[in-house]
């Protein structure tokens, strides 16, 4: 049977229908709005919205984790695109209670896989060069050796994987509340699409879109800043836009998604610009590393200070110059001295 490929509904000029949950509301209830801008789909649908609402009266970003159009994700994963046939072989997958043995047996391999990393961090340190070769080649005869995952099960995976960004974007903003609107946007709820109204709840627990609704930032990516901002203002830019990272690593967080466009610079006045850090579904947590060398040399070897100071000053070609905190030397001259 031929998939046909279902075309995304997220439009711009189109009508969109979401339950929104607030800090202050007991209940959710449904918001409606209208599709005013898109962005590019890679791990979530980001879309600008103009809602129909009362208390909602100023444009906003919906941010919606939707595996069946996460566009840069099926396809980095090799996952084909979302069809109603695969659709409907994923929900009969979960209602034989497949879908959820699944996703358990994924968070255990997960768990497992953990164990190994640290038990091979040990062993790096007593074997031989070529050990570790043998080693890495039996690793990839067991994957050849492992069956394809049918088109359901790419669907758990895509469902599970998209739930995980969604809690730790939600988790960041929560950490955060108190540099909403200053440093980061304005979190205004917790977002859901139902699947389909006739579904049991089995069903839609595996279906059911969840998102998040922010503050609209009105400015330009970082990395657009040469065209946005005077040369005189490039540098005081691109440090407030390094504190804002190092302030999250004061706060426990570890943000492996550091990049220039994850900032928006807005102008302020004629000669005043703010920063606003965007994007945190790929996020960690310092209670999830083991202990405090663990997390610290985890925070060494992601370098988020670098990955904007770095690239900004390649990028501006003089018109910035990064001066690496004391903080990151401290930690290059403790972890990475040994690695060069």
Not at 151 to 179: P, S
Not at 236 to 245: F, K, L, P, S, W
Request: aromatic share 10%; with cysteine.
């Amino acid at each position: 049977m031929e998939h046909r490929e279902l075309k995304c509904p997220y439009i711009q000029g189109s009508k969109i229908t979401f339950q929104l949950t607030t800090s202050s509301s007991t209940e959710p209830r449904f918001i409606t709005g209208t599709i005013v801008e898109l962005f590019k789909f890679t791990l979530s649908c980001v879309m600008a919205i103009m809602p129909d609402d009362p208390y909602l009266k100023e444009r906003v970003i919906l941010k919606l984790y939707d595996r069946r159009f996460a566009t840069e994700l099926r396809e980095d994963q090799r996952i084909q695109p979302w069809t109603l046939e695969i659709e409907q072989e994923y929900q009969q997958f979960i209602q034989d209670g497949r879908a959820s043995d699944f996703i358990r047996s994924l968070h255990t391999e997960d768990d497992e896989d953990e164990e190994e990393e640290e038990e091979e961090e040990e062993e790096e340190e007593e074997e031989e060069e070529e050990e570790e070769e043998e080693e890495e080649e039996e690793e990839e005869e067991e994957e050849e050796e492992e069956e394809p995952w049918n088109a359901a099960q790419d669907e758990a995976y895509l469902f599970d994987y998209m739930q995980r960004l969604y809690e730790a974007e939600y988790e960041v903003y929560q950490k955060l509340e108190d540099i909403q609107g200053r440093d980061i946007p304005r979190f205004l709820g917790r977002v859901t699409i139902p699947g389909n109204d006739s579904q049991s709840a089995t069903v839609s627990e595996y279906v059911d879109c969840p998102g998040i609704l922010l503050q609209y930032i009105e400015g330009v990516p970082l990395s657009d800043l040469a065209s946005f901002a005077p040369k005189e203002a490039w540098q005081e830019i691109c440090e407030d836009a390094i504190r804002i990272v190092n302030l999250l690593g004061d706060r426990g967080i570890l943000n492996e998604d550091v990049k220039p466009w994850n900032f928006i610079v807005r102008k302020e006045s004629a000669v005043d610009y703010k920063v606003f850090m965007i994007d945190f579904a790929l996020c960690n947590f310092r209670e999830e590393y083991e202990d405090e060398e663990d997390w610290l040399k985890s925070k060494a070897l992601e370098d988020e200070e670098g990955a904007v100071g770095c690239v900004m000053e390649s990028r501006l070609e003089g018109g910035f110059v990064y001066r690496r905190s004391a903080r990151i030397m401290e930690l290059d001259e403790r972890f990475l001295s040994q690695l060069l």
